[in-house]
C-alpha cells in the first residue's frame, strides 16, 4: 500500500489557482490560500513527488502569461529531460553548481531570445516558449507580510531565484560541467 501523500486538485481548482498566478503579476492581485497553498507544495515537494496536478496548473500558467522580464535561465540535471517537459530553472548559476555538485548537464536559456516569437506571433492561449518568474511571488509574499508564507520559508527560497518552465532544447543550450583538475 502507497501511504505518500497524493497532490489532486480538480479541474476547476487548477484554472483557479493558474489564473491567481497570472493575475498576481499582471494585475497586482492578492495571493489566495489555495495558489499559497500550491507555491508551498510544489517547492517543498521533491521531483518523484510532483504530480500531474502541478503540472496541469503549469501548463496553464504558462500557457496564457508572457513575462515582462528577460533572464538569462540555468538548470542543472544529471541528464536532459524529454521536450517539453515543465521544470524548474533559476536565474542564478551558483545555485545550479550547487545543485548539480558539478557533476551532470546544466541547460541555459536566453530568454530574450526564446520568447521573440511568442510575443510577435502568439497570443494568451498559445505561448509556447514562456516561463514564470516564481521567485517574483515570493519577493512580493515577502514585502507584503507574508502572505501567510513563514519567514524562514520565504528566507530559503527566495535565494533559489525559481522559475518554471518548459524544456525545449530547441531554443536552449545544453553543456556537461567539466571537472577541474
Known sequence: MNDSFQYRLTKDKKSEIAQNLI???QKDANITEQTRKFIYDWITTGAEGKTKAFFDV???VLKNYLPTTRPILFRACERISKKGKIASFTGRLECTR??????GSIIICDTKEQLEFDKEFSKAGEYKHTFYPLV????KARDSGGCGFSESFLNDYIGEDEYIMRINLGNMYSFRWMKNE
Do not use: A
Open 23 to 25: 493575475d498576481i503579476l
Open 136 to 139: 517574483s511571488i515570493l519577493i
Open 58 to 60: 503549469w501548463d496553464i
Open 98 to 103: 550547487k545543485i548539480s555538485k558539478g557533476r
